[in-house]
């Protein structure tokens, strides 16, 4: 993918907007000492060649039982516009067939009818993550994600590095896994929870990481996994405590019609920043087109400028700092993928190519850009640094999303980090 950066050395852009390659930063360790260039794997029964990374799939989201409140809809189609078949009770097993969309194609056990519905409210009988150290939870803090990555170093030794991208609004670190060595020939970097209240997609990038390092990892691609970006939110999302500051913006977003919810339930479904900044609609891709909020706010606000914001900065920064060859950003509303900013460019094409892999892989639908999104991550580094770049939507239901939807999210996502190194060495 190194060809999309010929065409671009002309770009001379600032540092907070554009994709000048700056000089590699020295990124921190975090309290532990660097990888050095060369990595050695952890060692195992039987070494995996170096560019095919050994995935043992964990036991597929077979049997299920339905976790809900009351029923769920059994329907004759993939939407909700398709024929009610039949109400499934909570409790009720079925044997999950395939994945479409947000839903989940199965047959009832007790009946034998087959019908679609909504994948999130799926538990399955049998253990699906297959991990050692990363747990699932409906909230993934901060503080475990540092205690995990940290796990990740112990067992892993060298093919694990920590770095920290930046600091948020608070002074909270944004660290970065690196799986493999930095002088990789291939490099790709992946991105979560910039949005506060989709923080599930950090337990996600986590458990991506460990199935990929207990694989073996690879000595081709590099990963650059930031799991968290934007901890400051996550914070209030999940915590749900006011402070002065987030009071104030409430009593603004109330006053101005931008919320209807009340008390601990307008910072649950917390979206921006600790400055309430919308991070991604803070990047120099059109941003004085993105329609938004009047003034700082839980969700919605671009900023006061492309870049303002100090976990925007960090973005852009290690996005420079390393020759990615694709970029994937993790969101959680919706199941399906974004690959295009506006006119397609050659970028833009390539991460099409990459977007039909993994909807495939996951079930996921393939979206065209609507021309009404601007001011993203993905947004930026397509149209402004020429790396083919994703967004991955993962949720069925509206995020903060309950525990129950990660199952059917891992099993649908587990091989992504597979099937992107196979991409990258063969593009």
């Known amino acids: 993918m190194k060809r999309f950066f010929a065409g671009l050395l002309a770009c001379t852009v600032l540092l907070s907007c554009g994709c000048t390659k700056q ?5 921190a360790p975090l309290e532990i000492t660097p990888a050095p260039e060369t990595v050695q794997l952890p060692p195992t029964e039987s070494t995996p060649p170096s560019d095919a990374p050994r995935l043992e799939p964990p036991p597929a989201m077979n049997v299920c039982v339905v ?3 009351g029923t769920v809809n059994l329907r004759s189609g ?28 199965v047959e009832v056990l007790e009946n034998g009818w087959t019908g679609y519905m909504i994948a999130g409210y799926l538990r399955p009988e049998e253990d699906v993550l297959g991990l050692d150290i990363v747990t699932v939870t409906d909230s993934y803090t901060y503080e475990q994600m540092r205690a995990d990555m940290l796990a990740f170093k112990e067992k892993y030794g060298d093919a694990v590095t920590l770095e920290t991208a930046g600091e948020t ?12 060595a930095r002088s990789a020939p291939h490099h790709v970097f992946v991105q979560a929870a910039i949005h506060a209240r989709e923080h599930m997609t950090a337990l996600l990038a986590m458990a991506l990481s460990e199935a990929w390092l207990s694989a073996g990892a690879s000595e081709d691609v590099c990963f650059h996994v930031m799991p968290m970006a934007n901890p400051d939110g996550v914070k209030i999302s999940q915590e749900a405590v006011y402070d002065d500051h987030t009071r104030a913006m409430y009593a603004n977003d109330f006053a101005a019609g931008q919320t209807q919810e009340e ?6 479904k917390w979206k921006s920043n600790y400055n309430g900044v919308d991070i991604n609609r803070n990047f120099d891709a059109l941003w004085d087109k993105v329609n938004s909020a009047p003034a700082p706010s839980a969700e919605g606000y671009r900023g006061s400028a492309p870049g303002s914001e100090p976990e925007t900065q960090a973005l852009i920064s290690y996005t420079q700092a390393y020759d990615f060859d694709a970029t994937i950003s993790y969101h959680a509303t919706g199941s399906m993928i974004y690959w295009q900013f506006g006119p397609a460019t050659e970028a833009d094409k390539a991460a099409h190519a990459l977007a039909e892999v993994i909807g495939e892989l996951a079930g996921y639908s393939v979206e065209f850009d609507d021309g009404t999104s601007f001011g993203g991550y993905k947004d930026w580094a397509s149209s402004k640094c020429g790396i ?3 967004t991955i939507e993962i949720g069925t239901r509206s995020a903060p999303l309950p525990e129950t939807d990660f199952y059917n999210i891992w099993v649908r996502n587990r091989f992504v980090f597979k099937a992107v190194a196979e991409w990258v060495k063969s593009a």
């Open 23 to 27: 000089p590699e930063p020295v990124y």
């Open 67 to 69: 976790e809900c409140e």
């Open 78 to 105: 993939a939407s909700s516009h398709a024929e009610l078949l039949e109400m499934l009770p909570a409790g009720s097993r079925v044997r999950v067939i395939e994945f479409e969309e947000r839903y989940a194609y």
């Open 169 to 180: 609004v608070c002074g909270v670190e944004i660290p970065v896994l690196v799986l493999g």
């Open 263 to 268: 008390g601990e339930e307008y910072l649950h």
């Open 388 to 390: 083919p770049s994703l």
